[in-house]
């Protein structure tokens, strides 16, 4: 069974950088199964997808946060990361770690319990 | 402002069926499957149904999708207590190159 755990600040100050990490076990972000990423939940809102990235390297990003944001893996720690520049309150979300499956669209099957990052002074 | 479109809020009493709708257009909707995730609150979202209407392991056959050109429902039939929940839907989307989802629909079961 997969698993994924977050890992970072609860909070960052705006203006910062916004530096999670997310641990995965039961799979390998070496497999050209599946890709991995992240997807973020305002408080109160919707969810909003922010990037994945493939075992290739190859990422997959969220135009409107393309700018300010890069995802990395550590395949030799089995370890994803996640880097935000300059936040704002608008950044204020739980992040989730997520495994999706890109055929034909894409669909997360498995989800981090997630991590609440406040962005405030 | 969500790319697809849900309703808030939706409600009935246990046993009965209730469907939630799932609004995009032709670059969304229209043109790749859709998925949809159960929350529960102060949990994850969970997979429910995937590839419009396909279900993974575990998840019982109450639960059903479909789609209808630029629009997916998912219905929930012999509604349990245990079933309210907020329930999302998502996609790709071709044209902004990025996966979209809907606001979410909380599901009160009355």
């Known amino acids: 069974q997969v698993q994924l755990r977050e890992s970072g600040p609860g909070l960052v100050r705006p203006s910062e950088t916004l530096a999670l990490t997310c641990s995965v076990s039961g799979g390998s972000l070496r497999s050209g199964t599946y890709y991995w990423g992240w997807i973020r939940q305002p408080p109160g809102k919707g969810l909003e997808y922010v990037g994945t990235i493939y075992y290739s390297g190859d990422t997959y990003l969220n135009p409107s946060l393309k700018s300010r944001l890069s995802i990395s893996a550590d395949k030799s720690r089995n370890q994803l990361s996640l880097r935000l520049t300059s936040v704002t309150a608008a950044d204020t979300a739980i992040y989730f770690c997520?495994?999706?499956?890109?055929?034909?669209?894409?669909?997360?099957?498995?989800w981090g319990p997630g991590t609440l990052v406040t962005v405030s002074s | 402002q969500s790319v697809l479109t849900q309703p808030p809020s939706v409600s009935a009493a246990p046993g009965q069926t209730v469907t939630i709708s799932c609004s995009g257009n032709s670059s969304n909707i229209g043109a790749n499957f859709v998925s949809w995730y159960q929350q529960l609150p102060g949990t994850a979202p969970k997979l429910l149904i995937y590839?419009?209407?396909q279900r993974p392991s575990g998840i019982p056959d109450r639960f059903s999708g479909s789609r209808s050109g630029t629009s997916a429902t998912l219905a929930i039939t012999g509604l349990q207590t245990g079933d309210e929940a907020d329930y999302h839907c998502?996609?790709?989307?071709?044209?902004?190159?990025?996966?979209?989802f809907g606001g979410g629909t909380k599901l009160t079961v009355l």
């Open positions: 997520a495994r999706a499956v890109r055929s034909g669209s894409l669909f997360i099957d498995f």
């Open positions: 998502g996609t790709w989307d071709s044209s902004l190159r990025t996966a979209v």
């Open positions: 590839d419009y209407r």
